[in-house]
């Protein structure tokens, strides 16, 4: 192959490139939000984010100072609602600035670093990224891996920690991916436990949809989002340790590298008034509010309007004639997964649902499911009917064979029975 092009060609090329980069950014055009947001809101019953209550996005229109008197009452009361979500007397209670992955990320960063054993149960997507992040800080990580669609062996767990004796254990209590609950978490704990390793749940979308209690069955680090079942905005994160937990991070000898999510620098502003970096401010009191809301409609009261909605929603889904993915013995309630027929593909369906009947709905990563997720405040009676009537409409415009006033009817039988 022979290059054409002339040395001057190229200097001509570099003169024009370096004489643009000389001249000053152009300010863009752009629409403003109005034109980009669709008119109507869509309903937001995919997997997270969920509709917010009123109190949660008037707090989260707020700024006040990071510091001071009345961030510390705010602080302090987000705390102490935490551990009653968390069900933790635990002093060692932070939020995180960032998502879900955030506090993953500042759960394994600060309990593993070079050379730390550390055992994942893999059972679905992010399960696995908390071995991935557990790998990037240079931990000695062992997985074990479970089939789409099934829970982890109690043997094969017990087996696992004999051969790999890990220092760090690694769960997921609700696989939002696969919607695969790990139901038999308690019992993960124990054998964990026996073995003297630290145990972290994700718990980001079953915190608060489901019973988890962090002190009875013995977890060491739990941590959750705020845009799943706690119905606040995205971005703002809770992460809790036990004793153990915390002294393994407060004697480590080397430092964490990920500065930000350094526990023992988050515990400056988290327990000190302190700072370590501007907090996001609207977010932390977006939080506050939805906590209270927790507080106020009590967690026994809420796992039960979970669990009915839920219920419901997955009798109307089998009404219409639709497949429920996951088994009746491992399915998760907090976010429901639905087998699509051959012939249509989850982009088919979740693009037809939010445009023609502006309900939002999510695929998964490649799986050929569609998702419906059950946790907080779309965990409301008006929601579901507006929901499995879209899905059903959905399914006949796309041609595909469903029973809709079957599917509506089983809601509503469902709902009733339970009320
Ligand atoms: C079980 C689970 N863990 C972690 C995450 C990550 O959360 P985020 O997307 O807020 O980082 C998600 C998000 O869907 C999740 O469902």
Not at 38 to 58: F, H, N, R, S, Y
Not at 121 to 140: D, H, K, L, T
Not at 364 to 390: D, Y
């Amino acid at each position: 192959m022979t290059d054409n092009t002339r040395p001057t060609d190229s200097l001509t090329q570099q003169r024009a490139a370096a004489a643009a980069a000389a001249l000053p950014v152009p300010c863009p055009s752009v629409d403003a939000l109005d034109h980009i947001l669709p008119e109507e809101p869509l309903l937001m019953m995919g997997a997270g984010p969920v509709p917010i209550p009123d109190a949660v996005a008037k707090a989260n229109s707020v700024v006040i100072n990071h510091l001071g008197d009345t961030m510390a009452r705010v602080i302090d009361q987000v705390k102490s609602m935490a551990r009653y979500v968390f069900q933790t007397r635990s002093n060692w209670v932070l939020g995180v600035a960032g998502p879900g992955s955030a506090a993953m990320e500042m759960a394994v960063s600060n309990l593993a670093w070079p050379g730390t054993r550390v055992l994942s149960i893999a059972n679905g997507f992010f399960s696995g990224r908390m071995a991935e992040m557990a790998r990037r800080v240079g931990a000695e990580v062992a997985t074990l891996d479970v089939a789409d669609r099934e829970i982890v062996s109690l043997d094969a767990l017990a087996q696992a920690i004999e051969r790999t004796r890990p220092e760090v254990v690694t769960v997921v209590h609700g696989e939002t991916s696969n919607t695969v609950w790990n139901r038999q978490l308690r019992d993960i704990v124990r054998i964990a436990k026996a073995s003297g390793a630290l145990v972290v749940v994700d718990a980001v979308c079953t915190l608060s949809t489901m019973p988890l209690e962090m002190d009875a069955w013995g977890i060491d680090v739990v941590i959750t989002g705020g845009q799943k079942g706690l119905s606040s905005i995205p971005g703002v994160s809770l992460i809790a340790f036990s004793d153990a937990a915390w002294e393994r991070v407060r004697t480590r000898t080397t430092p964490n590298t990920h500065w930000c999510l350094d526990a023992t620098l988050a515990e400056n502003f988290w327990h000190n008034a302190g700072y370590h970096y501007t907090a996001p401010v609207s977010g932390v009191l977006a939080l506050h509010e939805a906590l209270r809301l927790v507080c106020t409609e009590t967690l026994e009261k809420r796992f039960a309007r979970h669990q009915r909605c839920s219920f419901a929603l997955q009798s109307g889904v089998t009404a219409l004639g639709l497949e429920l993915y996951t088994p009746e013995a491992c399915r998760l309630n907090s976010v429901v997964g639905i087998a699509l027929p051959a012939g249509v593909t989850p982009r088919d369906v979740c693009g037809h649902i939010s445009q023609q009947y502006q309900v939002e709905i999510a695929g998964s990563f490649g799986l050929p499911i569609v998702r419906i997720g059950q946790m907080g405040e779309q965990c409301r009676e008006h929601h579901l009917f507006r929901t499995v009537h879209a899905l059903g409409r959905t399914m006949c415009d796309l041609g595909v064979k469903v029973d809709l006033p079957a599917g509506v009817a089983a809601l509503e039988e469902s709902l009733s029975a339970a009320r």
